[in-house]
């Protein structure tokens, strides 16, 4: 019987993920809905009680079951942790390490799935959710995110917290690089070392992803009148001989540096200046890339134990503090390495 109330309960949530039962509206009278979903008013009662103690549902006197859109924590074991992340970014491996190895560590078993390609970010959460999965990490990379449904997920009683990337609030911790303190930091201290004539920006076409934007808003930021060069986001699986090709005649020149906002446009401009012959340049950038060549490079490399520490930090605070918890951004700070 436990399994009928709760089979009625998810077809009701069903309808209110999918927009059919809007916040703040009244639901169909228990008459009706019992006849829509084809079960006795005994069950859908139970069912409905079971959301309103969830906190999903209000019942109003007179006005019957109305929907509602909780934004607070909720309070469930942390034993199982999804982790929704692009398996084909360079940088995840090393990511998805530390993030198992922490995991363990905290006797958190980690569940991986690889971040949707054509299906919505929002509705593979709720499939997970459908599973009975309520701890989630996200890495959306460029998926566009569907703030409408995150915010249903999250009053279901998902917690959810976003990884390199601000898309999440407010209905999500979202934990980050800080994109600001990197690169004012990277090129403080390479202008405070080498003199200059000219610095050129490397990064990708794209304003979907939120480490691209902010990286570039920042080099902007410290010079208005630096050089920004975009390669193409639609060719990021390109070879880096490729990619190089297209900095050709596009950096280079004597007393240049050239900085680059992440590794796959990093290693493009080595391999550039190396079939160039130029090596009396400065590259400095976001993220650890090979020695190519014999240039000078200054790396900030993301610190992936905090970041990792902090993702499941804000997973316990969703758990524990309830209707107290208010969704942040937490911007963690990288160190500084020079290569010669």
């Known amino acids: 019987m436990d399994n009928l109330y709760e089979n009625v309960r998810e077809k009701i949530c069903d309808l209110i993920y999918n ?26 009662r139970k069912a409905l009680d079971i959301l309103s103690e969830d906190g999903l549902i209000r019942k109003d006197a007179g006005s019957g079951n109305v929907v509602q859109m909780p934004n607070h924590g909720n309070a469930f074991e942390r034993d199982m942790v999804v982790l929704i992340a692009p398996a084909q970014n360079s940088f995840f491996s090393s990511f998805i390490r530390k993030f198992q190895e922490y995991g363990q560590k905290e006797e958190s078993m980690i569940l991986y799935v690889e971040k949707p390609q054509k299906e919505d970010l929002a509705n ?6 459908r599973k009975g999965l309520r701890n989630a990490v996200v890495w959306p990379d460029d998926c ?40 004012k930091t990277l090129l403080t201290d390479v202008a405070r070392k080498h ?21 570039e808003n920042a080099f902007r930021e410290s010079f208005p009148a630096g050089n920004v060069v975009r390669l193409s986001w639609v060719d990021r699986n390109k070879s880096s001989d490729i990619l190089a090709r297209e900095l050709f005649n596009k950096i280079g020149e004597p007393g240049e540096i050239i900085f680059y906002g992440n590794r796959e446009c990093g290693i493009a401009a080595a391999y550039a200046l190396d079939q160039m012959k130029k090596s009396d340049n400065i590259l400095a950038g976001i993220d650890d890339i090979p020695s190519i060549g014999k240039l000078h490079t200054f790396v900030y490399r993301q610190n992936l134990n905090e970041m990792v520490s902090q993702i499941f930090k804000c997973l316990d605070s969703q758990i524990h ?19 010669q």
């Open 124 to 129: 593979s959460l709720y499939r997970l959710y």
């Open 195 to 215: 003199t200059y004539k000219k610095i050129t920006y490397i990064g990708w076409d794209t304003e979907a992803l939120y480490s691209c934007r902010s990286r």
């Open 321 to 339: 503090e309830g209707d107290t918890w208010k969704a942040s951004v937490y911007p963690i700070a990288g160190q500084l390495i020079e290569k």
């Open 19 to 44: 927009g059919a039962f809007p916040e703040g509206k009244r639901i169909p009278a228990e008459r009706n809905l019992s006849e829509q979903l084809g079960v006795s008013r005994v069950t859908l």
């Open 144 to 183: 566009s995110v569907d703030h409408s449904k995150i915010k249903r997920l999250r009053a279901m009683g998902m917690n959810l917290v976003f990884f390199d990337s601000d898309l999440g609030l407010p209905y999500a911790d979202c934990v980050t690089l800080n994109n600001n303190l990197a690169v």
